[in-house]
């Protein structure tokens, strides 16, 4: 697949050399903590099949893709699939900017819009959903910048840090993104 280039970020398939990198921001509980996912923390094992699985193209449905700064091709972390269903036109997006000193500098946003454009001007889904912790405020605001509409919460999903947060559901449809495409 060719990059597809951005301003400042293109997104590139994952190769075999980014195992240590992602390695090193799947443990930083600075990182992870914001996704809402892991319990446990991952070894580089599990890592290296993370990125193994990426380059075969194992799940296609939940492909991640890297984001890589374009002056130094710095790779920062990744954007993809959490689920796609071409027969609904719908999939989740999954995003995380991995490198800490690259946070909260517009990179996800701009990361985000490439992968919006892909998925209604290529793939023409109908809706992309995502789903954030609502502690992550950085990331309501970068996603409500890119259209995205909270459209409700599954109440006390996530127990951690000694207490419940809830998940907060957003998504964007095709004519929204086309008006803000226009804009
Ligand atoms: C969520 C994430 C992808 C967003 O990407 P980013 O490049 O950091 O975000 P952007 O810079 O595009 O936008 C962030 C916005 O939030 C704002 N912001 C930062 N911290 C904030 C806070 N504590 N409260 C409110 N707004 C905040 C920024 O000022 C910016 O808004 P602005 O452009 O109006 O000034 C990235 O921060 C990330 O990966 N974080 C760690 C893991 C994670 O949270 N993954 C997502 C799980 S759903």
Not at 137 to 161: M, P, Q, T, V
Request: hydrophobic letters at 35%; charged letters at 30%.
């Amino acid at each position: 697949m060719p990059h597809i280039l951005g301003d400042k970020v293109y997104l590139r398939e994952y190769l075999l050399s980014d195992v240590e990198t992602l390695y090193q921001w799947r443990t930083l509980d600075e990182i992870v903590w914001w996704t809402g996912s892991y319990v446990w923390p991952e070894s580089l094992e599990q890592a290296r099949a993370f990125v193994e699985a990426q380059v075969n193209n194992v799940d296609p449905a939940n492909r991640k893709f890297a984001i890589c700064r374009r002056e130094d091709d710095k790779y920062l972390g990744h954007i993809g699939y959490e689920y796609l269903d071409l027969r609904r036109q719908n999939t989740e997006v999954g995003i995380v900017i991995g490198d800490v000193t690259s946070l909260s500098k517009g990179l996800g946003e701009e990361s985000l819009r490439l992968f919006l454009k892909v998925c209604f001007e290529e793939l023409n889904l109908h809706r992309v959903g995502l789903r954030v912790i609502r502690p992550n405020k950085r990331g309501y605001r970068c996603y409500s910048k890119c259209g995205f509409k909270e459209e409700g919460a599954l109440r006390d999903w996530h127990y951690s840090r000694g207490q419940w947060h809830d998940l907060i559901l957003m998504g964007i449809l095709r004519d929204e993104y086309m008006a803000d495409a226009k804009a």
